[in-house]
């Protein structure tokens, strides 16, 4: 396997967490998506949506969409404690609070910071209303995680999850749009204060 990606981007982190989590090592391929690499013509006719993360498979085919590239490392190098859930219940809540995170937090966090910070004005048309909108969106989620985490250890329930990983993604990205986890959402910040110090994620940390 080969994993095209963008060390810093938040799907690109997202995948490269849950490879952490479940010990698995591959090779990477950087892309330049900031100087459009990954608009060619050689990485459209590999990737179905023209981004990272992708990965290439031993047979030479390709999987886009980071959740999808996670699911199937977790089938491929399955363990005892699923990321994606061990029961039926388990992960139905798993994926509803992955489809919360995913359409309420991280979507608008990266159309807030498209439109704002005009980041690729070269390749798509930037609204500075939207994206002011879609950080206050980005606001209004918040205390739903808050309250989400005062009634278990993580997001999903009390084992950590693909859930998890998102939610520490998009509460790392939010600082690109001055937004902070401050002490009026206790459960939130001990929360990310917690999932900051598991040894996968501390190995991906760049040494100060």
């Not at 491929?76 to 992955?98: C, D, I, Y």
């Not at 910070?117 to 206050?136: F, L, M, N, P, Q």
């Not at 205390?143 to 009390?158: C, H, M, Y």
């Not at 996968?200 to 100060?208: E, F, R």
């Amino acid at each position: 396997m080969k994993l095209y990606e963008l060390a810093q981007s938040p799907s690109a982190r997202r995948v490269s967490i849950f490879l952490a989590e479940k010990g698995i090592e591959v090779p990477r391929v950087n892309v330049d998506i900031r100087g459009g690499e990954n608009l060619s013509v050689e990485f459209k006719a590999k990737s179905l949506n023209g981004r990272i993360p992708l990965l290439e498979l031993d047979d030479g085919s390709y999987l886009c969409e980071s959740v999808a590239i996670c699911r199937y490392l977790e089938e491929t190098h399955p363990s005892v404690n699923s990321l994606f859930g061990n029961t039926p219940l388990e992960r139905a809540k798993v994926e509803m609070w992955q489809r919360i995170i995913e359409l309420q937090g991280l979507t608008a966090g990266f159309q807030a910071f498209r439109n704002l910070s005009g980041v690729y004005k070269d390749r798509e048309t930037c609204v500075e209303a939207w994206g002011e909108e879609s950080r206050i969106r980005v606001i209004d989620f918040l205390p739903t995680l808050d309250q989400q985490l005062s009634k278990s250890a993580f997001v999903a329930g009390d084992e950590f999850s693909i859930a998890d990983i998102s939610a520490y993604v998009f509460i790392s990205f939010i600082k690109n749009l001055d937004i902070e986890v401050t002490d009026s959402l206790p459960h939130l910040k001990a929360w990310f204060i917690t999932v900051a110090q598991r040894p996968a994620i501390v190995s991906l940390t760049p040494k100060k």
